[in-house]
């Protein structure tokens, strides 16, 4: 990278701002030199001679990133606007100041709307105000970033927001032969929403549903791909279908909306039929369920099945299995994350065990207590090991045939 000067120019590279000057004129450079010498500005200056060259080190991969290119419109192998578009879109973070003829006021506004921060009318300007039209265009080009992250964070939160709503809605419910409490805690380690889903009905015959899910990573699409089976896995059970013939059809559309082949789900559907003598169980690849009565917690380790999107549809991919159900309990379905995070400084995870021993601890508390000792005692046991590694979704379901 040619450099024009340093040597006369106060600071170092760490506190200096760092600019490109893009001028073929050695009369026009050597003056640009003199001008920021004298502005009491702390400078890191370089020289360009064509937009090609400038090009060259706005791109190079080391170095010192360029804050501020003094750019002329009048190059050997770039005229006009161009020229600041390009560059532009070769170092979106650098502010631009353009440098005009006396008689190029005009162009230097158009620059400006253009996007350049400032332009500069060659012969005219003085030291001081060179350097304060640097320092100026600098901070305008920060501030411009940082607005648009701040509008893209809030875009981000409002569609992440949106997502959850449809990941998470509201039971549909007509009678109260069973208390729902959910709760959902999003990981947000990496920023990034999760597919984990549940929902709960009521059809006409009086049987709950309920359906817990998690698709595979992290991310908008895999959000996304929760919504549409938490919408799909609602509407077939409203239409009437089934056990698991709504694992085929909810498999049908996960393969229709991923955006690869890697992407799969896993799945819990309970069915809770009036009368909550039995319930009716899916799995399918998803973890077991608890149940909680008073002789305390167990896991249920039912018939399952692969995860959806894993292997084609075919009969007897997956099964439904029969629980037998206490007079008064509750059934606590959950997403992996809820037991996945790590507590020791080996990596050792909680696991399921670990997890049925707290709830074990909890058993006598109300539904709303009990769920959420469960979330808040694994966060508490992994926060000093990097805390839940996934977002976590809890879904319990109480009744009581005796009230």
Request: charged share 25%; hydrophobic share 45%; with cysteine.
């Amino acid at each position: 990278m040619p450099r024009v000067s340093s040597s006369g120019l106060r600071g170092d590279a760490d506190s200096a701002v760092s600019i490109l000057l893009v001028e073929d004129d050695d009369g026009d450079a050597l003056l640009v030199e003199e001008l920021l010498r004298d502005s009491g500005l702390r400078a890191l200056l370089t020289r360009a001679r064509s937009l090609t060259q400038a090009q060259e080190q706005l791109g190079a991969p080391k170095g010192t990133p360029v804050q501020c290119v003094l750019l002329d419109l009048h190059l050997p192998d770039a005229q006009g606007l161009d020229v600041v578009q390009r560059v532009l879109a070769k170092a979106p973070g650098a502010a631009v100041v353009v440098l005009t003829g006396i008689a190029e006021e005009g162009m230097g506004l158009s620059a400006v709307a253009a996007g350049a921060q400032d332009y500069l009318i060659k012969g005219v300007f003085e030291p001081t105000v060179l350097g304060r039209s640097i320092r100026y265009a600098v901070q305008r080009r920060q501030i411009e970033h940082a607005a648009v992250a701040l509008e893209a964070g809030r875009m981000r939160a409002q569609e992440n927001a949106r997502l959850e709503r449809g990941l998470l809605p509201s039971p549909l419910l007509h009678g109260d032969s069973v208390d729902v409490v959910a709760r959902y805690e999003p990981s947000r380690s990496l920023g990034l929403l999760s597919g984990d889903f549940y929902d709960v009905v009521e059809t006409g015959d009086g049987t709950v549903h309920a359906v817990i899910g998690d698709v595979s990573g992290h991310g908008p699409d895999e959000a996304a791909i929760g919504v549409c089976l938490r919408v799909a896995w609602r509407s077939f059970t409203l239409a009437g279908v089934t056990g698991a013939d709504v694992c085929e059809l909810m498999q049908k559309v996960l393969v229709a909306e991923r955006t690869g082949a890697e992407i799969f789900a896993t799945v819990t559907t309970v069915e809770l039929p009036p009368g909550l003598a039995k319930a009716t169980l899916v799995r399918a690849g998803h973890p077991p369920l608890m149940l909680r009565d008073a002789g305390g917690v167990r896991l249920v380790e039912s018939a399952v099945g692969p995860a959806l999107g894993l292997l084609p549809c075919g009969p007897g991919r997956w099964r439904e299995d029969c629980l037998d159900l206490p007079a008064a309990g509750s059934l606590a379905l959950f997403t992996d994350g809820l037991f996945e995070g790590r507590i020791s400084d080996d990596g050792r995870r909680l696991g399921e065990e670990g997890l049925l021993a707290l709830a074990e601890s909890h058993a006598a508390l109300s539904a709303e207590e009990f769920v959420t000792a469960l979330i808040s005692e694994t966060h508490a046991l992994s926060a000093g090991h990097g805390g839940h590694s996934d977002d976590v979704a809890l879904l319990h379901l109480e009744w009581d045939r005796d009230t």
